[in-house]
């Protein structure tokens, strides 16, 4: 596609439901990044994807958060039995190879705003 | 660990008139570039400009242009001749390792007519 793409664009869910994030990276792009920005705040690491390599998940703040990516291409984070501080946007980035810094521009969606009443 | 200051949450400028942005940061990165990234209400961050730290001449791209002072460890982003379009919320980013960007807390940066 054109460019990042992530669904849905907003989430609204009660406390303690499960919830499913989608992020479409850019074709041919093999590197894919999940952050997370609470209201206010900068952007916070969560999990990185490398092609068919082990992912860094050195961010993801709780085992109730999860994410996998399928065929290289499309991924999905999951939260589990959400709860209201997990209320932030969640914005996906790829970007087109890891080797060499020259390589890390990082291409960013529009993010999904996940409200957890 | 790399960390990322910005210590101005807001900043506001006249349309056409020049504004700078400060940043400072830290990194155990012996080769590592730097990012100026606008993120406008609809979310989507969109990068503005990058300095590599080995280049001794600063980063621009048309009227946005950087002052980077490796020793200080500050990078400043400039922007000239503003316009409305350029309200938006600005973070400075460097990455850790060659994956991750750390990002400051943002500057909201406001055009005033």
């Known amino acids: 596609g054109a460019g990042v793409s992530q669904s849905p664009s907003n989430k609204v869910t009660e406390k303690g439901k499960d919830v499913e994030l989608r992020c479409d990276p850019i074709?041919?792009?093999?590197?894919l990044y999940w952050y997370r920005q609470s209201l206010g705040q900068g952007l916070e690491f969560l999990i990185y994807?490398?092609?068919?390599?082990?992912?860094?998940k050195s961010g993801l703040p709780s085992d109730r958060f999860s994410a996998e990516r399928t065929g290289g291409s499309v991924s999905t984070l999951t939260i589990q039995r959400t709860q209201q501080e997990d209320s932030a946007v969640y914005l996906c980035?790829?970007?087109?190879?890891?080797?060499?810094?020259?390589?890390?521009?990082?291409?960013f969606g529009a993010g999904t705003r996940l409200s957890v009443l | 660990a790399q960390t990322v200051t910005q210590s101005q949450p807001e900043m506001s400028v006249q349309e056409a008139e020049t504004v700078t942005l400060s940043c400072t940061y830290d990194?155990?990165?012996?080769?590592?570039?730097l990012f100026w990234y606008k993120q406008p209400p609809s979310r989507q961050m969109i990068l503005v400009i990058r300095?590599?730290?080995?280049?001794?001449q600063n980063a621009t791209e048309n009227r946005f242009s950087v002052n980077f002072q490796k020793a200080a460890k500050s990078f400043s982003l400039k922007i000239s001749d503003s316009q409305l379009g350029d309200a938006a919320m600005y973070f400075c980013?460097?990455?850790?390792?060659?994956?991750?960007?750390?990002f400051g807390q943002g500057t909201r940066l406001t055009i005033n007519p």
């Open positions: 300095q590599e730290a080995y280049k001794q």
């Open positions: 980013a460097t990455h850790q390792g060659a994956q991750k960007l750390v």
């Open positions: 994807f490398q092609g068919n390599s082990a992912p860094d």
């Open positions: 074709s041919g792009h093999t590197a």
């Open positions: 980035a790829s970007s087109p190879r890891l080797s060499g810094l020259a390589k890390n521009i990082q291409y």
């Open positions: 990194t155990s990165e012996s080769d590592y570039y």
